[in-house]
Every structure is written in C-alpha cells, then in structure tokens.
C-alpha cells in the first residue's frame, strides 16, 4: 500500500490505513472529506460509510474560549496528561476565521510543539471553506476519522466568539469553556447564552498572583449557576480552576469529564444526546442540500437578497416577501 | 357597514373597523387571520397587506414564567396600571398546550376577569394549530392587527417551558420573566436559557413573609447576572420585584420597559432589533412554505420519517440518510 509520495491512494487503501490506525492515511482521509471537489465527495462518502461502524468510541470534548485565555496551552497540557495515561488524543481546531484571515488557532498549533511531536497525539486544523454547511460539516467528517483510526479522545477547539461554538456544542459530548478569572472585561468577548452552553468552566491561568482570583471566579460562578434552570444533562455545571504552568486542576478537569460522561452513560443522556445529533445533522444536511438545489434555479439568490433589503428598507412586508419569491421560483 | 350578525365581512370592511378602532373588526380579523381555510388565507393576506403601514407603533412586550408564578395576575394588574394612564392595550396569549388539552392560559384569561371588562383592554388567546407556523404565525399577525387599531401596548403571553418563549422573544420588543422568589425548586419548571434571553426579571408575589425572600432573590439574581455576558441590547437585565396584593413594583416594571425602550431607540437596538425579527420571519415562513410543498410530494414525509427511525437505530448515517432521501425525491 502506497500511501506516501505522488500516487493518490484509493478510498479502499484509505480505509485500511486509516483502521490500522496509520495517522499518514488519517490525514489524507481528511484531506479526502475536506475536499470540494465533486468526484472527490463521492470518494469521501464511501470512505465514511466504509468507516461508519468503527466510529463512536471516542470521547469527544469541545473546547471553546475567547483569544488570550490560553486554549493552546491548555490543551497541550491537557492533552500530555492524557497522553501519559497511554490514550490517544486527536485535537480539530475549527477556525471561523479561515479564508479571510490568517486565524489564530493556525497560529497557536506551531505553539503546541510538544504535544505535535508526541507519537499518541494528532492535531490538525480544520481547512477553510464554508461550502456545505461549513466548518462544523468537515470537522465532524474529521473526528469520524479519528474515531475509526483509533483515538480515545478527540478535542474540538474553536474560538467562542462566534457563531462555530454552537456547531461544535452539537458535535461532543462535553464542552468545556474556558474562562479568565474577573468577571467584567473579560467577559466582553463571549457570546451571550455560551456560558449556560457548558458543561464545564475552567478557570485559566490560576497560578502566582491570580491564584486568588481565581478561586474568587470559581466560587462566583458556582453560585451564579445554581440559580440558573439545571442542565437536561442531570448533571450540575462544573466549575474549576487551572494551571498549566504549575499542573494544578489539570488532571481534575480529565476526572470531571470521566464522572460525566459515566453519570450520562448510567441515566441515559449520553446516548440520547448523540442520538439527537445525529437527528439533527440530518435536518441540517437536508436543509443543505435543499438550498444548494434551490439556488442553483436562476436568479433565485439573487432575489431573495434583493427582497430581504427591501424588507429592510420597510418597503414590503415579510409575508409578501415570501410570495413574491414563490411566486418567481413556480415561474421558473 | 354591517360587522355584527350573520354577514360575513369584506376583508376592506375589516380594515376599515379596524383602522376605527373597533374591537369587534378587530375580533373578526383576528378570526380570519387564524382560519385554517385556503380562500380566508388569501382575504387574510389581502387584509393584513392593507394593514401593515399602520402597524410598528405599540411597545410589543412578551411575557412568560412557569405556571404558578401568578402569570395572569400579573397582567392583570400591570394591564391596569396602563390603562389608568389611558393606554390601549391587547393582551395575547400563546397557549402551547392547544390542541391537546385544556390550557392554563384559557383558564387564566377568565381570571383576567376586571382586565376584560375594562374598555382599554383586549384580551384574545391565540387559537390552537399549528399548522403553518403554528402560534407564532397567528400570534404575530393577531399582533399586527391590533397595532393598525391603535393600540398602544401589546403584550404577548405563554408558559416558559416549552419552545414558544424563543418564538415569542423573536415577536416583542422586551421579554419579560416572572419568577418566584427562592432559586430551588421553582426553577424546575425553567428552560435552560431562558433566564438569559429575558430582558427583565420581576418575581412575584413580593408581599407580606414573602417579602424578604423576594429581595433576597432580587439581589441574587442581579448578582449572577452580572458575572454573564451583556446583553446584545447594550442594556443589562433588569431584576425587579413586585407584588399584584399591594401594587408594589407595578409601576416600576412599565418605567423599566419604557426606559428600556428609551435607550434602545437611542442606541439603535431597537430598530436593530425589528428588523432582525422581520428578515428573520421571512426566512422562517420561507422554511416553512418550502417545507409544505416538498412534503405534498406523496411519500416524502413519511420516508424522511421512516429514516430517522432507522438513524436512531443506528442502522444507517444522518449522511447516508439523506443521499436515500434525495434519491427517492429526485425520482418522484
């Protein structure tokens, strides 16, 4: 089997790389469902639904923050901690920022230098391109991969500043935010609604003078949340504080997302909330591929932009909208 | 011009009564706004077109909090205290549970009983169905309608535990929760996110043993608020108590809102914000006009039905399920 140099391997040889666990095939898999082009995507799909059985054994965790919080130091910490333990972790960064700028997380990846060289890890960013429902439409193709090639846990970063956390947040099984210590300035960059999104907050950087702080922070948001409705998880929000510099709270943070996940697996949660993202990736391929189809007609993009900047503009009403839109696309 | 009796009014009789003010027209739109008939969709429409460049000019306020929170009243009283001052207002109600059984909010609106006899006032529950949108279809034309009568305040009404509070915190200018003192039990009842959605908390029942508690529960919950993210309006969350035995609160509640409202128009929120609602209405009856006609194609529901059972059996892929799904469409 020839993976390597100028031959393009089949979807067949992929498959078997890619089971053995070989992160070279891995990595051109996900190339494979990365890719735009059309006779690429057929090949992708057999190589999924080749892989579809060995996929779901991993853990999957979210990790979102905003800049400047130390994601890439957390989750080379974290991921070494795991690694030690002899578990094979893969971390996808979605980058919201790609095709337009040169994103952070690109960035941050040559900072996880030891955990890329650590032989149990694999990182790789997720490429640009917001084709076919975007970021979240590769990243979950990539963690499937993962998943069949063997690792016990696949880390999903973004960045929580936009719209990717809540198709990460449909994507994993635990999603962590981490969060800086103070609550006023620092929480300008995140979206409102992502903190009650979480299962766990981890308090960063809480080492020397911001020891106190942080467990200040830690004990403001315990009790912040307990007044806020409980999680349909069962499982009350954890909040903690860590240091990768000094390891504190780092091998506490692996414990909680173990408890949870084996609280979940025991009341029924776990199951049921992957079900329910399988459901609705359904829903949302379907809608997809509609659109796609849909817009495809002549001038049918074209109108409904122009109909939605008369809405704007208040000269029509939502509802005549709507029928001047079918109207047009029952003529074509 | 005959509204009363066995004469069926012209939808341009409607809209005269209802440009006079006349609660009966007004009644009567309402009625064909909500009919389920194909050839009262289209008067329906006609009507509502003629209508909508006297609509935009009452403060559209939505409220919701679990049953027993003392929902109706609340509105009762609040209702008073506006017309007092000589306002107009329409009280709606989104009852979720219509259709199945007997909702609590019909039961209220009895409760409502010095409100309704109230010349000011007009109270209408939303009819049951949820074809075409379901409530918040009928509640947002319902809406609309009283608008163009010249109503000054309307405020929208359901249960906070379902879906229809996120239908309603896309119809209204403020979104209002009400809450019981005590941060246990009584927030069972709350859906996750709904706390941060609100623009204003109030909790009920501030009056005599239940006073302190109240107070205690106001100075909680401004204090959790504080450690969340700002609201997008660029003001934060309101934490009031009231109390509909002493009066207490009333009036604060309606000087929050119209300050609230002050400042939005200022910073441009709430202009923003309309049209958000309005871009975001015509995607939705986009969604759903689509949706109507694919699903008349015979089999196409029932098979996208029979898929989902088969991905919740783990028998095929959300991706595998929606090649088979546009397979068998493209056929037919």
């Not at 994993?172 to 929480?187: N, Q």
């Not at 979480?198 to 830690?218: C, H, S, Y």
Request: proline share 3%; charged share 25%; glycine share 10%.
């Amino acid at each position: 089997m020839k993976l390597m140099g100028h031959h393009r391997p089949s979807w067949q040889e992929l498959e078997k790389g890619i089971r053995l666990g070989s992160i070279v095939a891995l990595g051109q898999g996900i190339t494979l469902v990365e890719s735009l082009r059309e006779e690429d995507r057929e090949f992708a799909q057999q190589l999924l639904n080749a892989l579809i059985p060995f996929t779901g054994n991993a853990t999957r965790i979210g990790i979102t923050g905003v800049p400047g919080v130390g994601k890439s130091t957390f989750i080379e910490t974290f991921g070494k901690h795991l690694t030690a333990q002899g578990k094979k972790i893969a971390v996808l960064a979605i980058d919201p920022s790609s095709g337009k700028t040169k994103g952070s997380i690109l960035g941050d990846k040559t900072r996880m230098e030891e955990l890329a060289k650590d032989p149990l890890a694999f990182i790789r960013p997720t490429a640009a391109g917001a084709a076919l429902g975007g970021v979240a439409y590769r990243t979950r193709e990539a963690m499937l991969l993962c998943e069949a090639a063997g690792f016990d846990v696949v880390l999903i970063e973004t960045v929580g500043v936009g719209q990717s956390e809540t198709s990460m947040r449909n994507l994993v099984d635990y999603f962590l935010l981490l969060m800086l210590a103070g609550a006023g300035d620092e929480l300008q960059g995140i979206k409102k609604g992502i903190i009650e999104m979480a299962d766990g907050l981890v308090i960063t950087k809480a080492d020397g003078e911001n020891q106190k702080r942080a467990t200040q922070a830690q004990a403001d948001f315990q009790y912040a949340l307990h007044l806020f409705p409980s999680p349909e998880s069962g499982v009350k929000t954890d909040v903690l504080t860590c240091s990768a510099i000094t390891n504190q709270g780092i091998a506490e943070v692996w414990q909680t997302i173990e408890q949870f996940v084996e609280t979940t697996r025991q009341n029924g949660f776990f199951e049921f909330n992957r079900t329910e993202q399988d459901i609705g990736w359904f829903e949302e391929l379907f809608e997809q591929r509609w659109r796609q189809q849909l817009f495809k007609q002549s001038g049918v993009a074209e109108l409904k932009q122009n109909l939605e900047i008369q809405i704007k503009a208040k000269k029509i009403s939502p509802t005549e909208a709507v029928n001047l839109l079918f109207a047009a696309m029952s003529k074509s």
